[in-house]
């Protein structure tokens, strides 16, 4: 009979050590690049090498590329046919691997499976839905397994499955709590140039696993910020103040906010609209402008170029801001400092609220630092309230060239 060889990378100490565990539901919270992908690939491999079908869900299509890949590199010789449209690898044993987007909403319905694993199960939306009504009910038959893989995102749905492997009643269920440092394949070096460039929090959540209260997000103390029921935009001048707007101005999808605050940082004014012409935008900024007087830092990037040359032709004491990542940076630095040492005090705005609970650091894919509304949020009332902030803050040194980069 001929013999057939896979190979596949040792798994090192810590993967083996959670591949030997004999629980039926798997918890990992694990920094990046602890090596939870390659443990999911090994997890996946020998019940479809005995012939069962297994499958492989990711919060959205572009997470499973890769892992396509790896998964067809690795069975190769024993594959007898792939569908990639179908998202399905068959195996000359009998097995299959199929791949699951949680993006879509009929993801694993009316399968069964004799295991699965849920991979960067923190970034997947609805995660306790997809499990309870997707997931779950294809393992009845086979009584199947689960393996959750992710870095910790705050107090979600994976991290309360992550306590309950860490419960001694829940009997079916174990969790692990790793740092990237544990994947020996990863210099040290690398994790701590990484701590000396990004924000403790985020440091603490990505590499070491933490499960932290507020997650990845920028600004703390927002709700002792906010002067509950103080809304509406009454004209409030009141002597030795002075005023400062931010605008922040729509592109396509999203909304043109402008935010006034005067020098003892009360937010006195907002006002947000979107798919309104641009006449109408500017008349409405004039309108506020000449109630406050205010010096006014206008996002100029892109299209905010020729609206900003309206304003400085209107007579108005406009500065541009050029958003780039790294001035954009220093912005809302400058608006999370000033909102952390109670500088602020905001005006009962719902959506504005939301947005800067919902503002987060994110890690990009070359492990840069970004802050950005979560996908699907927008971030207009915060550009807007860091601009004003800024020209609050610069308000008496007006330099020409504050903030242009
Ligand atoms: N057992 C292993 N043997 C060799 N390399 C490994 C092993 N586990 C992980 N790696 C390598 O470490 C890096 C991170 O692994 P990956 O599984 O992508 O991590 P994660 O999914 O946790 O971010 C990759 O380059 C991967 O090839
Ligand atoms: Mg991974």
Known sequence: MATVTIRLSRPHPKQAEILASPARFRVLACGRRFGKTVYGLHRLVRPALDGR?????APSYKYLGEV?????RALKPVIARTNRTEGRIELITGGSIEFWSLEDEDAGRSR???HVVVDEAAKCRNLEAAWNGAIRPTLTDYRGGADFLSTPKGRDFFWRAWTWG???LETEWASWQLPTVCNPFIDPAEVEAARRQMPERLFRQEFLAEFLDDAG???RRVAESIDRGRSGNRCLMEPRRTYSMG???ARIEDFTVVTVIDNTGRQLYFDRFNQISWERQLASIRQAASWYRPVIYCDSTGVGDPIFERLVNAGLDAYPYQLTNASKQQLIDHLAMEL???KLRLMDVPEQEAELLAFQYELTKTRKVRMAAPEGMHDDCVIALALAAWGAGGAGVRVDSIGVF
């Open 53 to 57: 079908p297994v499958a492989w869900f």
């Open 68 to 72: 396509w890949r790896d998964f067809g």
């Open 112 to 114: 069964k499976y004799a």
């Open 166 to 168: 860490q419960d001694p």
């Open 217 to 219: 997000g920028v600004f």
């Open 247 to 249: 605008i922040d101005l």
């Open 340 to 342: 952390e040492h109670g």
